[in-house]
């Protein structure tokens, strides 16, 4: 019966959304989350590094801004 009383799911183009549509879309919404959860913490950790060596600051450096950048794509 409550589903009797729900109002139906409508997509952008007034068609109804199935309830798998809806699934999926909340399923590859939760997998970017997690994505961007896991780079940020990758650059919280290179953030946190501190190195005297100039090779391995060159190399944490690198690895920050390809991070950023996949943050910044997943936005």
Known sequence: MANALQQPEVGPGNEYVSEEARRLAEQVRTERERHKQALNLQRENILSQ???????????????????AEIEALR
């Open 50 to 68: 501190k190195t005297s060596n100039p090779s391995r600051r060159t190399a944490l450096e690198a690895a920050l801004v390809q991070i950023e």
